[in-house]
């Protein structure tokens, strides 16, 4: 777990780290050398013949002193370690996840790397102070007293030394017991939670066929399921935990019953074996603090293996030798593609693209269509390089993507999602992102072409309207715009846009598809979309299912096949004409 | 025993994993816990009488050393029985404290799933408003996080504070009969630790409320960088996200370097002062005095060493209990915040309607109690008509739709069907009586058959399927490898237009008289429009119908068009009458066949607005919300 935690720091971490368990180790052998002290000590003072007292109390005074500074040092060093090591390990993160591929941010990945920054840099941050030191501590005060008791009787000491691998083996045992029932309580709070949040959400359908939350089985299964589980670990794991400390005391009862048939036989001072007592609880309350940092110990390893397992995950290599693309036309080379396997589940399953291969020329249109899952998504986000493919490879101007740099290939490529993000600050803020040297022309331009001059003057603070976090001052159409009119102000020469008009209403999707048709005479421009006007503008029509390209023509070639291409804009014709009448 | 963290801990340098507001009101945790009282003073009383039975070991071995030093020969005769005291009373401590952890873990066992059935019960009853306005994630957090909260103070905190108190009490007690001297100096160190913990514990409040805020700004800058990085970086400012990340999360580390700075000195010397070491060398030293003086004797020392660590060891985890108790208590609050939220009233003495004539009279509705989404709208739905609402988005269309399906009360005014005001009636009766199918369609994690037979729990397979084949899902539905039985999100992910045709198969095998229907929900799904257009025409032919428009042509030949705008019906009638009329219906017809003749001119085949969908699962949809 220490090797974890050195991996998870770095260097620049580590230092401290290790001066602060030496410190600590300090601290544990001399506050067992004092408790071992307090065997002579208490022996001279039972016992007049023993001599004198003096020498002893001023051992334990000078070992008392060292330790107390050794252990002021250890306290305020891992109280302050924490601030240190969270922002180390933020530092690391933020840095570490800025060149992951684009791919890894999904947006079920947020609350992931919410906890990741939060709870569990947290859980890390405390480990110095909370876990480490106290965990140094119960081990090495313990094995100081043992060893001390080599030279104040050695049957005591071999005793102990014969119940430390009992003690051992019990607390593997139980906490591999408690570890065990607690991973099967995993799935029913997993499920618990699911439900509750599914019940929530489907409330109105939930209300109207009458299932309340007694009348919705499937929420009050997975509740008592949840306590189940935690009543099989309160059952099952009593005996768990109650075994170590049982042992602990057995180990004591055995100790405190052999130094009294050694005294009464006269083998032990009646002097020594009171204090040998004194020294035999201490190690076994240091011995119990051990047990007790188990709980502590499992939830922190989470943390641990979740910050290590996302530093893990490697970035994309930059290319040894980039090049630049030699024009701006894109071609797909049998493409495939999957995601990872680091992926959270449910993403994505099977294979997303397959055997996906198609070019198209500078300055030329194409559009891609097909059901929802088909793959378009994924096609334009390899084109961006969020994604490795799998198999194939993606040019740009002639140029593996793999061997264009970052950024070369991120001025070379410019995408308008459906699902816009807005950053907090203006309008303005927001499109000048595409270009911040943009002169007030080129912006006033953009704008236009988007239909973002119309909103603009809409809104009483115009251009410095503050759109809100993530954009919600804005409706669904208005940033949408806002996200056209910034990539047209970036002016790469390949444009894709990802359903990009899906939020607009009639009259402005039409004014769009106009400036769509304008732009397609100096970029390369790839569509995604359900409109039948903008993929009559296209050079090129894909038409995806299943992540393979199954249609590929001009509007007229493909209707005049007869496939799926045709039965789709037939049917498109058939819903037009659609109209709710009263029955009569 | 699942959470239990009893390592000795900085009051304030750990900070608790989840921030609690330091400003909740006085804690009803009194009132949640009523119903396990019984139960944890009896987990109490055991945990304090294991307290005592652990103090007695100690006291049998400091009787063995008095023996042993009385300067007679040790007698087996009285030593054996002390180490029989001591054994048994070890063992029965541990049996003692191990019944009261059961005793206290199986009371909060029960309670928890008691908490989280109430919980989940009352949210069932809650108005819906709420739950969309952001309810939702206040209910989730109850359900599960706060309920766990309790746990740890339930189970483990109440004990260990019982176990606090009476064990340094109870040796105390014992300490004194055998040296008063010793025994008020052992309290120094517990008094020294107690003043130190207090002062760095003092101000705690409001360090915990900006301890709360920094860590808020981290989460909340993290998802921002996650939601925003691949725009940024293709725009080549992926660090703007990177520096606000970082900025968010050094001022957290700031704070805390500065929250620790000033509390260091006096956290160290407080966990220094009730250190074992400090403390037995004080009482050792103070009794070598003593002995020397001839005040005391070397055996009475030995119950000092046994026991006085124990006298100031509560101090060194006290921090760490408060620090339980006040996330107990944060989350106590929350949980009764959550169940004394006033339900949606369900009538004592409910009516049944004659009839299904719905109307609508001089209703209201605000959501804030200070805007009217709704003012004094007056419509009726005459039995087997379909009436259409027109307006621009926010002009109050959905809620007053869902004020007919009762999923928020009037705030003034009355709906009534059938003569009998929805608010009268019971809510079985009032969804026999109106069904719906909306935009927004979540199934169940269940099988597809379970999934439409929410319509009506009493179907057969065999109407199942029938409902299934009018709403146009049959054929996608027996495709699947398991057919009906395939399970929803595991064995299954339908399309939005698929989803809404399961929604209608349900709606069809309920088979409500009246219907709340939204037209944007034919076009959820470009691919399969047509399919549910079909599906739904059947859903509607018959019924009382209220529609959610959005595109005019669909309901150009409802019987009754009523506009909306700003919450008011600005106009009224039949689709010619109001063209005829001129007003706000004849602008919107205009606005829309401008834009499709438009199209119509360059294509074939027109091409309707569409709510796009993504067809990447990794994309998550932020559509705008209609009306709410």
């Given at each position: 777990m220490i090797r974890d935690l050195h991996r998870v720091l770095g260097s620049e971490g580590s230092g401290p780290l290790n001066r602060l368990l030496a410190v600590q180790a300090g601290a544990a052998v001399l506050q067992g050398v004092a408790f071992a002290l307090l065997v002579p000590l208490l022996r001279a003072l039972l016992d007049d013949v023993s001599g004198d007292v003096r020498p002893w109390l001023t051992a334990l005074v000078i070992c008392s002193l060292g330790y107390a500074i050794l252990q002021a040092i250890g306290l305020s060093q891992g109280f302050t370690a924490g601030s240190r090591l969270s922002r180390v390990l933020h530092r690391r993160l933020a840095g570490h996840a800025l060149d992951?591929?684009?791919?890894?941010?999904?947006?079920?990945r947020a609350a992931e790397f919410g906890r990741l920054a939060g709870q569990d840099v947290i859980q890390v941050m405390n480990m110095p102070a909370h876990l480490l030191r106290p965990l140094v501590t119960s081990v090495l005060t313990p094995v100081t007293i043992v060893v001390a008791c080599l030279f104040l009787d050695t049957r005591v000491a071999l005793v102990l030394v014969l119940c430390a691998p009992v003690l051992l083996a019990v607390h593997v045992w139980s906490t591999s017991v408690v570890r065990r029932l607690d991973d099967g309580r995993d799935g029913a709070i997993a499920e618990s939670a699911d439900r509750v949040l599914e019940f929530v959400r489907n409330q109105p359908v939930l209300r109207a066929f009458g299932r309340t939350a007694e009348g919705y089985g499937a929420l009050d299964d997975a509740l008592v399921g949840q306590a189940r589980g935690d009543r099989l670990l309160i059952q099952r794991g009593t005996p768990g935990l109650v075994s170590f400390a049982f042992a602990a005391r057995m180990v004591f009862a055995l100790l405190l019953a052999l130094t009294v048939s050694w005294t009464l036989d006269g083998s032990l001072d009646v002097a020594t074996m009171p204090a040998l007592l004194v020294l035999v609880g201490r190690l076994t309350d240091s011995v119990s603090t051990a047990a007790d940092l188990g709980a502590g110990m499992r939830i922190a390893r989470g943390s641990l293996q979740r910050l290590r397992a996302l530093l893990d995950t490697r970035p994309f290599p930059r290319p040894a030798d980039p090049r630049p693309p030699g024009g701006a036309d894109v071609e797909f080379d049998q493409v495939s593609f999957d995601y990872p396997r680091s992926t959270p589940v449910g993403m994505g399953r099977g294979t997303l693209l397959a055997d996906v291969s198609f070019r198209i020329p500078e300055r030329s249109m194409t559009a891609l269509i097909g059901p929802s899952g088909a793959g378009k998504t994924t096609v334009a986000r390899l084109l961006a390089r969020f994604w490795d493919t799998t198999g194939g490879v993606v040019h740009v101007g002639g140029v593996d993507v793999r061997d264009i740099s970052p950024e070369v290939l991120a001025a070379s490529v410019s995408i308008v999602f459906q699902d816009v993000y807005l950053f907090e600050g203006t309008i303005e803020d927001n499109v000048r992102?595409?270009?911040?040297?943009?002169?007030e022309d080129a912006l006033h331009r953009a704008a236009a072409l988007a239909g973002l001059d119309q909103v603009v003057r809409t809104l009483?603070?115009?251009?410095?309207t503050v759109v809100g976090e993530g954009g919600t001052a804005l409706s669904g159409g208005q940033r949408q715009r806002v996200a056209i009119a910034r990539a047209l102000l970036k002016d790469a020469p390949i444009l894709v846009l990802d359903e990009a008009t899906a939020a607009l209403d009639q009259e402005s999707e039409a004014a769009l598809t106009s400036t769509v048709r304008a732009l397609a005479a100096d970029k390369t421009l790839l569509v995604i979309t359900h409109r039948l006007s903008t993929v009559l503008a296209a050079e090129q029509v894909l038409v995806m299912d299943g992540g393979r390209i199954t249609e590929r023509g001009t509007h007229d070639e493909l209707m005049a096949l007869r496939g799926t291409y045709a039965t789709f804009w037939d049917q498109r014709g058939r819903a037009e004409g659609w109209r709710l009448e009263p029955a009569r | 025993m699942m959470r239990n963290s009893s390592h000795p801990s900085h009051p304030v340098a750990q900070p608790p994993p989840a921030p609690d507001s330091p400003d909740t009101p006085p804690p009803p945790l009194r009132g949640i816990l009523r119903q396990v009282r019984g139960r944890l003073t009896t987990a109490v009383v055991l945990q304090a009488a294991a307290a005592l039975a652990g103090v007695t070991p100690f006291v049998a071995v400091a009787r063995i050393a008095a023996h042993l030093t009385g300067g007679s020969r040790p007698q087996a005769g009285d030593l054996w029985p002390l180490v029989t005291v001591a054994c048994v009373s070890g063992l029965a401590a541990l049996a003692l404290g191990s019944a009261a952890g059961f005793v206290s873990h199986i009371a909060d066992n029960d309670l928890q799933l008691t908490l989280r059935r109430r919980l989940a019960d009352h949210a069932g009853r809650l108005p819906l408003g709420w739950i969309s306005a952001g309810g939702a994630s206040q209910i989730k957090r109850a359900v599960q996080d706060d309920v766990r909260a309790l746990h740890t103070l339930v189970a483990h905190t109440l004990l260990d504070v019982t176990a606090l108190f009476v064990a340094p009490a109870a040796a105390l007690v014992y300490l004194f009969t055998v040296d008063w001297r010793l025994a008020l100096l052992s309290i120094v160190p517990l008094a020294a630790g107690a003043y130190l913990f207090g002062r760095a514990m003092s101000g705690a409040a409001a360090q915990m409320a900006e301890y709360g805020a920094t860590l808020g700004r981290i989460s909340s800058t993290a998802v921002e960088f996650v939601t925003g990085i691949a725009v940024l970086k293709t725009f080549g400012r992926g660090r703007r996200v990177h520096d606000r990340l970082l900025a968010a999360t050094d001022g957290f580390s700031d704070f805390f370097t500065r929250w620790v700075r000033t509390t260091l000195v006096t956290s160290t010397g407080a966990l220094l002062v009730v250190s074992p070491v400090l403390v037995l060398l004080l009482l050792a030293a103070a009794g070598t005095a003593l002995v020397a003086g001839g005040w005391t004797t070397g055996a009475d020392l030995i119950p000092f060493m046994l026991l006085g660590p124990a006298v100031a060891a509560p101090m060194s985890v006290v921090g760490t209990r408060v620090q339980q108790i006040r996330a107990g208590q944060a989350a106590a609050a929350r949980i009764s915040a959550l169940l004394g939220m006033p339900a949606l009233p369900q009538t004592e003495a409910p009516l049944t309607p004659q009839g299904f004539r719905v109307s609508v009279r001089g209703v209201s509705f605000s959501y804030d109690g200070h805007t009217d989404v709704l003012s004094g709208v007056d419509l009726d739905l005459e039995p087997g008509t379909i009436t259409a609402l027109v307006g621009p988005s926010g002009s109050g269309k959905s809620t007053l739709a869902s004020l007919l399906l009762r999923f928020q009360d009037v705030t003034a005014g009355a709906v009534t069907i059938g003569g009998i005001d929805v608010r009268d009636m019971s809510s079985a009766c009032l969804y026999q009586n109106v069904g719906f199918v909306l935009q927004d369609v979540r199934l169940l994690r269940a099988s597809v058959a379970d999934n439409i037979r929410?319509?009506?729990?009493?179907?057969?397979d065999e109407e199942i399927e029938r409902a299934a084949r009018a709403a146009q899902i049959h054929d996608r539905i027996a495709a699947l490898?398991?057919?009906?039985a395939t399970e929803v999100g595991t064995g299954v992910t339908f399309s939005g237009g698929e989803a809404q045709r399961v929604s209608i198969a349900r709606a069809l095998l309920a088979d409500a008289p009246v219907l709340v229907l939204d037209e944007a929900t034919a076009h959820a799904d470009p691919y399969s429009e047509a399919l549910i257009q079909a599906a739904l025409s059947t859903l509607a032919a018959g019924r009382t119908v209220l529609v959610i428009a959005h595109r005019l042509p669909t309901i150009r030949h409802a019987d009754q068009i009523v506009v909306l705008d700003g919450g008011r019906v600005a106009e009224r009638g039949g689709h010619r009458e109001l063209l005829a009329a001129g007003g706000r219906y004849a602008t919107l017809w205009k606005a829309q066949s401008t834009g499709r003749d438009e199209t119509r001119e360059e294509a074939a085949v027109p091409a309707p607005a569409v709510l796009g969908r993504s067809d990447d699962p990794t994309i998550r949809e932020r559509e705008p919300r209609d009306d709410s």
């Amino acid at each position: 777990m220490i090797r974890d935690l050195h991996r998870v720091l770095g260097s620049e971490g580590s230092g401290p780290l290790n001066r602060l368990l030496a410190v600590q180790a300090g601290a544990a052998v001399l506050q067992g050398v004092a408790f071992a002290l307090l065997v002579p000590l208490l022996r001279a003072l039972l016992d007049d013949v023993s001599g004198d007292v003096r020498p002893w109390l001023t051992a334990l005074v000078i070992c008392s002193l060292g330790y107390a500074i050794l252990q002021a040092i250890g306290l305020s060093q891992g109280f302050t370690a924490g601030s240190r090591l969270s922002r180390v390990l933020h530092r690391r993160l933020a840095g570490h996840a800025l060149d992951l591929p684009l791919g890894w941010f999904t947006a079920g990945r947020a609350a992931e790397f919410g906890r990741l920054a939060g709870q569990d840099v947290i859980q890390v941050m405390n480990m110095p102070a909370h876990l480490l030191r106290p965990l140094v501590t119960s081990v090495l005060t313990p094995v100081t007293i043992v060893v001390a008791c080599l030279f104040l009787d050695t049957r005591v000491a071999l005793v102990l030394v014969l119940c430390a691998p009992v003690l051992l083996a019990v607390h593997v045992w139980s906490t591999s017991v408690v570890r065990r029932l607690d991973d099967g309580r995993d799935g029913a709070i997993a499920e618990s939670a699911d439900r509750v949040l599914e019940f929530v959400r489907n409330q109105p359908v939930l209300r109207a066929f009458g299932r309340t939350a007694e009348g919705y089985g499937a929420l009050d299964d997975a509740l008592v399921g949840q306590a189940r589980g935690d009543r099989l670990l309160i059952q099952r794991g009593t005996p768990g935990l109650v075994s170590f400390a049982f042992a602990a005391r057995m180990v004591f009862a055995l100790l405190l019953a052999l130094t009294v048939s050694w005294t009464l036989d006269g083998s032990l001072d009646v002097a020594t074996m009171p204090a040998l007592l004194v020294l035999v609880g201490r190690l076994t309350d240091s011995v119990s603090t051990a047990a007790d940092l188990g709980a502590g110990m499992r939830i922190a390893r989470g943390s641990l293996q979740r910050l290590r397992a996302l530093l893990d995950t490697r970035p994309f290599p930059r290319p040894a030798d980039p090049r630049p693309p030699g024009g701006a036309d894109v071609e797909f080379d049998q493409v495939s593609f999957d995601y990872p396997r680091s992926t959270p589940v449910g993403m994505g399953r099977g294979t997303l693209l397959a055997d996906v291969s198609f070019r198209i020329p500078e300055r030329s249109m194409t559009a891609l269509i097909g059901p929802s899952g088909a793959g378009k998504t994924t096609v334009a986000r390899l084109l961006a390089r969020f994604w490795d493919t799998t198999g194939g490879v993606v040019h740009v101007g002639g140029v593996d993507v793999r061997d264009i740099s970052p950024e070369v290939l991120a001025a070379s490529v410019s995408i308008v999602f459906q699902d816009v993000y807005l950053f907090e600050g203006t309008i303005e803020d927001n499109v000048r992102i595409g270009d911040p040297e943009a002169s007030e022309d080129a912006l006033h331009r953009a704008a236009a072409l988007a239909g973002l001059d119309q909103v603009v003057r809409t809104l009483s603070d115009g251009w410095s309207t503050v759109v809100g976090e993530g954009g919600t001052a804005l409706s669904g159409g208005q940033r949408q715009r806002v996200a056209i009119a910034r990539a047209l102000l970036k002016d790469a020469p390949i444009l894709v846009l990802d359903e990009a008009t899906a939020a607009l209403d009639q009259e402005s999707e039409a004014a769009l598809t106009s400036t769509v048709r304008a732009l397609a005479a100096d970029k390369t421009l790839l569509v995604i979309t359900h409109r039948l006007s903008t993929v009559l503008a296209a050079e090129q029509v894909l038409v995806m299912d299943g992540g393979r390209i199954t249609e590929r023509g001009t509007h007229d070639e493909l209707m005049a096949l007869r496939g799926t291409y045709a039965t789709f804009w037939d049917q498109r014709g058939r819903a037009e004409g659609w109209r709710l009448e009263p029955a009569r | 025993m699942m959470r239990n963290s009893s390592h000795p801990s900085h009051p304030v340098a750990q900070p608790p994993p989840a921030p609690d507001s330091p400003d909740t009101p006085p804690p009803p945790l009194r009132g949640i816990l009523r119903q396990v009282r019984g139960r944890l003073t009896t987990a109490v009383v055991l945990q304090a009488a294991a307290a005592l039975a652990g103090v007695t070991p100690f006291v049998a071995v400091a009787r063995i050393a008095a023996h042993l030093t009385g300067g007679s020969r040790p007698q087996a005769g009285d030593l054996w029985p002390l180490v029989t005291v001591a054994c048994v009373s070890g063992l029965a401590a541990l049996a003692l404290g191990s019944a009261a952890g059961f005793v206290s873990h199986i009371a909060d066992n029960d309670l928890q799933l008691t908490l989280r059935r109430r919980l989940a019960d009352h949210a069932g009853r809650l108005p819906l408003g709420w739950i969309s306005a952001g309810g939702a994630s206040q209910i989730k957090r109850a359900v599960q996080d706060d309920v766990r909260a309790l746990h740890t103070l339930v189970a483990h905190t109440l004990l260990d504070v019982t176990a606090l108190f009476v064990a340094p009490a109870a040796a105390l007690v014992y300490l004194f009969t055998v040296d008063w001297r010793l025994a008020l100096l052992s309290i120094v160190p517990l008094a020294a630790g107690a003043y130190l913990f207090g002062r760095a514990m003092s101000g705690a409040a409001a360090q915990m409320a900006e301890y709360g805020a920094t860590l808020g700004r981290i989460s909340s800058t993290a998802v921002e960088f996650v939601t925003g990085i691949a725009v940024l970086k293709t725009f080549g400012r992926g660090r703007r996200v990177h520096d606000r990340l970082l900025a968010a999360t050094d001022g957290f580390s700031d704070f805390f370097t500065r929250w620790v700075r000033t509390t260091l000195v006096t956290s160290t010397g407080a966990l220094l002062v009730v250190s074992p070491v400090l403390v037995l060398l004080l009482l050792a030293a103070a009794g070598t005095a003593l002995v020397a003086g001839g005040w005391t004797t070397g055996a009475d020392l030995i119950p000092f060493m046994l026991l006085g660590p124990a006298v100031a060891a509560p101090m060194s985890v006290v921090g760490t209990r408060v620090q339980q108790i006040r996330a107990g208590q944060a989350a106590a609050a929350r949980i009764s915040a959550l169940l004394g939220m006033p339900a949606l009233p369900q009538t004592e003495a409910p009516l049944t309607p004659q009839g299904f004539r719905v109307s609508v009279r001089g209703v209201s509705f605000s959501y804030d109690g200070h805007t009217d989404v709704l003012s004094g709208v007056d419509l009726d739905l005459e039995p087997g008509t379909i009436t259409a609402l027109v307006g621009p988005s926010g002009s109050g269309k959905s809620t007053l739709a869902s004020l007919l399906l009762r999923f928020q009360d009037v705030t003034a005014g009355a709906v009534t069907i059938g003569g009998i005001d929805v608010r009268d009636m019971s809510s079985a009766c009032l969804y026999q009586n109106v069904g719906f199918v909306l935009q927004d369609v979540r199934l169940l994690r269940a099988s597809v058959a379970d999934n439409i037979r929410l319509g009506r729990p009493t179907a057969t397979d065999e109407e199942i399927e029938r409902a299934a084949r009018a709403a146009q899902i049959h054929d996608r539905i027996a495709a699947l490898p398991d057919g009906y039985a395939t399970e929803v999100g595991t064995g299954v992910t339908f399309s939005g237009g698929e989803a809404q045709r399961v929604s209608i198969a349900r709606a069809l095998l309920a088979d409500a008289p009246v219907l709340v229907l939204d037209e944007a929900t034919a076009h959820a799904d470009p691919y399969s429009e047509a399919l549910i257009q079909a599906a739904l025409s059947t859903l509607a032919a018959g019924r009382t119908v209220l529609v959610i428009a959005h595109r005019l042509p669909t309901i150009r030949h409802a019987d009754q068009i009523v506009v909306l705008d700003g919450g008011r019906v600005a106009e009224r009638g039949g689709h010619r009458e109001l063209l005829a009329a001129g007003g706000r219906y004849a602008t919107l017809w205009k606005a829309q066949s401008t834009g499709r003749d438009e199209t119509r001119e360059e294509a074939a085949v027109p091409a309707p607005a569409v709510l796009g969908r993504s067809d990447d699962p990794t994309i998550r949809e932020r559509e705008p919300r209609d009306d709410s």
